[in-house]
Protein backbone atom coordinates (compact mmCIF):
# COMPACT_ATOMS: atom_id res chain seq x y z
CA UNK A 1 0.00 0.00 0.00
CA UNK A 2 1.43 3.65 -0.83
CA UNK A 3 0.20 6.53 1.18
CA UNK A 4 0.27 10.15 -0.81
CA UNK A 5 -0.86 13.66 1.07
CA UNK A 6 -3.87 15.89 -0.54
CA UNK A 7 -1.49 18.01 -1.35
CA UNK A 8 0.63 15.75 -2.95
CA UNK A 9 -2.04 14.07 -5.00
CA UNK A 10 -3.43 17.72 -5.95
CA UNK A 11 0.34 18.61 -7.46
CA UNK A 12 -0.03 15.40 -9.48
CA UNK A 13 -3.23 15.95 -11.03
CA UNK A 14 -2.41 19.48 -11.70
CA UNK A 15 0.49 18.55 -13.49
CA UNK A 16 -1.97 15.84 -15.58
CA UNK A 17 -4.14 18.66 -16.16
CA UNK A 18 -1.59 21.32 -17.32
CA UNK A 19 -0.21 18.81 -19.99
CA UNK A 20 -3.39 17.42 -21.03
CA UNK A 21 -4.05 15.69 -23.64
CA UNK A 22 -0.09 14.91 -23.58
CA UNK A 23 1.33 12.91 -21.29
CA UNK A 24 3.28 13.86 -18.43
CA UNK A 25 5.03 12.27 -15.14
CA UNK A 26 7.40 12.44 -12.90
CA UNK A 27 9.19 10.25 -9.81
CA UNK A 28 7.77 8.98 -6.60
CA UNK A 29 10.29 8.50 -3.62
CA UNK A 30 9.12 7.68 -0.02
CA UNK A 31 9.74 5.48 2.79
CA UNK A 32 9.85 1.84 3.42
CA UNK A 33 6.60 2.06 4.74
CA UNK A 34 5.13 2.92 1.80
CA UNK A 35 4.72 6.87 2.31
CA UNK A 36 5.50 9.11 -0.76
CA UNK A 37 7.30 11.94 0.72
CA UNK A 38 8.95 12.75 -2.55
CA UNK A 39 7.25 14.09 -5.96
CA UNK A 40 9.67 15.19 -8.92
CA UNK A 41 7.30 16.50 -11.81
CA UNK A 42 9.66 15.82 -15.17
CA UNK A 43 8.85 17.52 -18.81
CA UNK A 44 7.84 14.68 -21.15
CA UNK A 45 10.90 14.45 -23.43
CA UNK A 46 9.25 11.50 -25.55
CA UNK A 47 10.49 11.57 -28.84
CA UNK A 48 7.69 10.13 -30.79
CA UNK A 49 3.94 11.12 -30.50
CA UNK A 50 3.63 12.86 -26.34
CA UNK A 51 0.14 12.28 -26.92
CA UNK A 52 1.13 8.17 -26.31
CA UNK A 53 4.01 8.01 -24.68
CA UNK A 54 5.97 9.50 -21.41
CA UNK A 55 9.79 9.93 -21.55
CA UNK A 56 12.69 10.73 -19.51
CA UNK A 57 16.23 11.74 -19.75
CA UNK A 58 18.85 9.36 -17.89
CA UNK A 59 19.57 12.67 -16.14
CA UNK A 60 16.01 12.77 -14.93
CA UNK A 61 16.68 9.05 -14.14
CA UNK A 62 19.72 10.23 -11.78
CA UNK A 63 18.37 13.22 -10.08
CA UNK A 64 15.44 11.26 -8.69
CA UNK A 65 18.14 8.47 -7.45
CA UNK A 66 20.50 11.41 -6.29
CA UNK A 67 17.16 13.11 -4.65
CA UNK A 68 16.08 9.87 -3.12
CA UNK A 69 19.47 8.84 -1.65
CA UNK A 70 20.13 12.78 -0.34
CA UNK A 71 16.68 12.91 1.25
CA UNK A 72 17.37 9.33 3.00
CA UNK A 73 14.49 7.96 1.20
CA UNK A 74 13.70 4.94 -1.22
CA UNK A 75 12.99 5.68 -5.29
CA UNK A 76 9.66 3.94 -5.94
CA UNK A 77 9.53 4.40 -9.38
CA UNK A 78 7.87 6.58 -12.35
CA UNK A 79 4.30 7.94 -12.60
CA UNK A 80 2.64 9.56 -16.01
CA UNK A 81 -0.45 9.38 -17.45
CA UNK A 82 -2.47 7.54 -20.19
CA UNK A 83 -4.48 10.87 -21.35
CA UNK A 84 -6.93 8.49 -23.30
CA UNK A 85 -6.07 5.16 -21.41
CA UNK A 86 -6.83 3.15 -18.92
CA UNK A 87 -5.19 2.70 -15.42
CA UNK A 88 -3.32 -0.02 -16.13
CA UNK A 89 0.93 -0.13 -17.06
CA UNK A 90 1.16 -0.51 -21.49
CA UNK A 91 3.90 -3.48 -22.01
CA UNK A 92 6.18 -1.13 -22.69
CA UNK A 93 5.90 0.46 -18.97
CA UNK A 94 6.35 -2.89 -17.68
CA UNK A 95 9.86 -3.16 -19.90
CA UNK A 96 11.23 -0.36 -18.30
CA UNK A 97 12.48 -2.09 -14.73
CA UNK A 98 10.41 -0.35 -12.56
CA UNK A 99 9.75 -1.91 -8.78
CA UNK A 100 6.89 -0.46 -8.97
CA UNK A 101 4.32 1.77 -11.63
CA UNK A 102 1.90 4.50 -11.18
CA UNK A 103 -0.19 5.08 -13.63
CA UNK A 104 -3.03 8.12 -14.26
CA UNK A 105 -5.91 7.46 -16.20
CA UNK A 106 -7.33 10.69 -17.96
CA UNK A 107 -9.87 8.33 -19.80
CA UNK A 108 -12.72 10.33 -17.65
CA UNK A 109 -10.36 13.84 -17.30
CA UNK A 110 -12.11 15.25 -14.26
CA UNK A 111 -12.40 12.11 -12.13
CA UNK A 112 -8.63 10.62 -12.98
CA UNK A 113 -7.88 7.20 -11.48
CA UNK A 114 -4.44 6.77 -9.91
CA UNK A 115 -3.29 3.63 -9.35
CA UNK A 116 -0.18 1.92 -8.64
CA UNK A 117 1.15 -1.52 -9.22
CA UNK A 118 4.34 -3.96 -8.67
CA UNK A 119 6.12 -5.69 -10.91
CA UNK A 120 6.91 -8.87 -10.30
CA UNK A 121 9.45 -11.24 -12.08
CA UNK A 122 8.14 -12.61 -15.32
CA UNK A 123 6.85 -8.66 -15.92
CA UNK A 124 3.19 -9.50 -14.16
CA UNK A 125 1.83 -6.62 -12.22
CA UNK A 126 -0.04 -6.98 -9.27
CA UNK A 127 -2.20 -3.00 -8.51
CA UNK A 128 -1.31 -1.95 -5.29
CA UNK A 129 -3.71 0.57 -2.82
CA UNK A 130 -3.29 4.02 -2.80
CA UNK A 131 -4.76 6.49 0.33
CA UNK A 132 -4.55 9.70 0.10
CA UNK A 133 -4.33 11.28 3.54
CA UNK A 134 -5.32 15.03 5.16
CA UNK A 135 -2.53 17.11 4.94
CA UNK A 136 -3.65 19.70 7.44
CA UNK A 137 -0.81 20.38 9.42
CA UNK A 138 2.31 19.03 7.01
CA UNK A 139 4.42 21.32 6.25
CA UNK A 140 5.62 21.08 2.27
CA UNK A 141 9.17 21.71 1.38
CA UNK A 142 9.80 23.41 -2.11
CA UNK A 143 12.95 22.11 -2.88
CA UNK A 144 13.50 24.64 -5.54
CA UNK A 145 12.85 27.42 -3.82
CA UNK A 146 13.92 26.23 -0.20
CA UNK A 147 10.88 27.17 1.48
CA UNK A 148 8.41 25.87 3.66
CA UNK A 149 4.88 26.08 3.97
CA UNK A 150 1.66 24.26 5.63
CA UNK A 151 0.13 22.26 2.70
CA UNK A 152 -2.92 24.65 0.95
CA UNK A 153 -5.82 22.36 0.00
CA UNK A 154 -8.15 22.97 -2.89
CA UNK A 155 -10.97 20.27 -2.76
CA UNK A 156 -10.89 18.04 -5.24
CA UNK A 157 -14.59 18.47 -5.83
CA UNK A 158 -14.10 22.24 -6.22
CA UNK A 159 -11.21 21.39 -8.56
CA UNK A 160 -13.51 19.44 -10.70
CA UNK A 161 -16.46 21.77 -10.78
CA UNK A 162 -14.14 24.75 -12.48
CA UNK A 163 -12.36 22.63 -14.63
CA UNK A 164 -15.75 21.89 -15.76
CA UNK A 165 -17.26 25.53 -15.98
CA UNK A 166 -13.67 26.16 -18.00
CA UNK A 167 -14.75 23.41 -20.65
CA UNK A 168 -17.83 24.81 -21.10
CA UNK A 169 -17.07 28.07 -22.13
CA UNK A 170 -14.13 26.91 -24.10
CA UNK A 171 -15.71 24.69 -26.30
CA UNK A 172 -19.10 27.44 -25.73
CA UNK A 173 -21.57 25.05 -24.77
CA UNK A 174 -21.94 27.74 -21.79
CA UNK A 175 -25.54 28.74 -21.32
CA UNK A 176 -26.09 31.91 -19.23
CA UNK A 177 -30.30 32.64 -18.62
CA UNK A 178 -30.91 36.11 -19.68
CA UNK A 179 -32.56 37.79 -16.32
CA UNK A 180 -34.86 41.19 -16.21
CA UNK A 181 -33.53 43.68 -14.38
CA UNK A 182 -34.36 43.81 -10.48
CA UNK A 183 -36.17 47.19 -10.65
CA UNK A 184 -37.59 49.89 -13.30
CA UNK A 185 -34.41 52.12 -12.10
CA UNK A 186 -32.01 49.46 -13.05
CA UNK A 187 -33.52 49.12 -16.56
CA UNK A 188 -33.05 52.99 -17.64
CA UNK A 189 -29.63 53.24 -15.86
CA UNK A 190 -28.17 49.61 -17.36
CA UNK A 191 -26.69 49.81 -20.64
CA UNK A 192 -25.36 46.21 -20.21
CA UNK A 193 -26.80 43.89 -22.62
CA UNK A 194 -26.48 39.84 -23.36
CA UNK A 195 -27.69 39.86 -27.01
CA UNK A 196 -25.32 40.74 -29.64
Known amino acids: MFIITQHQYDLIMRQAQENY ?12 DGVIKGVMPLYNQAGGDQRREFGMSAEDMLRGHEFAKKH ?7 YHTH ?23 LRDRYNPEFAAYSVLPGRSVI ?23 FSENVSTSEMKKLHSLIDAIIEE ?21 TEA
Do not use: H, M, W
Open 21 to 32: PYETGGILCGSS
Open 72 to 78: GLIFFGV
Open 83 to 105: PNGIAYPSDKDISNNQRFLFVIS
Open 127 to 149: REDIQVINDNGITVLDINTGKSK
Open 173 to 193: RAKYPKLSPKNKFEAKRSSFN
